[in-house]
């Protein structure tokens, strides 16, 4: 029987000896496909296989497990299911040194991007799905290292 430490990276826990570490948790169906989407498609590293999974990916952690029911420190909140569609209110977003090659090695592993990168001018980006429709935007900021912003929308503007 396996000891249950032996399946962690203890040297890639998000556990901060001073300050704090961002983390982002995602609800997940099935945690082997997301664990695999974001450590083989993405080039994280697992630290945790499960209860939760757990991958570090860059700087960033992703910490995955099923929804469930409401807990003693979080009494009257269940954790459900994403349920992907044409709208979001929040998205992963991966800031890129060459979006072009993420975007030829992510596809050819299988990731399915919503369009090809475009220039917008301050930055090209792109956007992807993971198995659980979660929106993932990639970017690389090009004309914002110049001092170029995005061009401001209509809806954006006062009055």
């Known amino acids: ?3 249950p430490a032996d399946r962690i990276d203890f040297a890639n826990l998000p556990a901060p000896d001073d300050g704090i570490v961002v983390t982002l948790f995602i609800t997940v169906r099935k945690v082997a496909r997301s664990r695999d989407f974001y ?3 993405l080039g994280g590293t697992v ?3 499960e209860n939760p999974c757990m991958v570090k990916l860059a700087n960033s952690w992703i910490i995955m497990n099923p929804g469930g029911p409401p807990t003693p ?3 009257g909140i269940s954790v459900v ?3 992907p569609g044409d709208t979001t209110s929040i998205f992963l977003n991966l800031r890129v040194a060459d979006i072009q090659a993420r975007y030829e090695e992510w596809k ?3 990731a399915e991007f919503v369009t090809p990168p475009i220039d917008r001018g301050a930055e090209i980006r792109c956007y992807l799905r ?5 929106l993932i935007e990639v970017g690389q900021s090009t004309g914002l290292l110049h001092g170029k912003l995005a061009a401001k929308r209509a809806e954006d503007l006062p009055g």
């Open 108 to 110: 050819a592993k299988g």
């Open 130 to 134: 993971d198995p659980d429709g979660y």
């Open 81 to 83: 299911d994403y349920q």
């Open 47 to 49: 630290v945790l296989d």
């Open 73 to 75: 420190d979080k009494p």
């Open 39 to 41: 450590s083989r498609v």
């Open 1 to 3: 029987m396996t000891d």
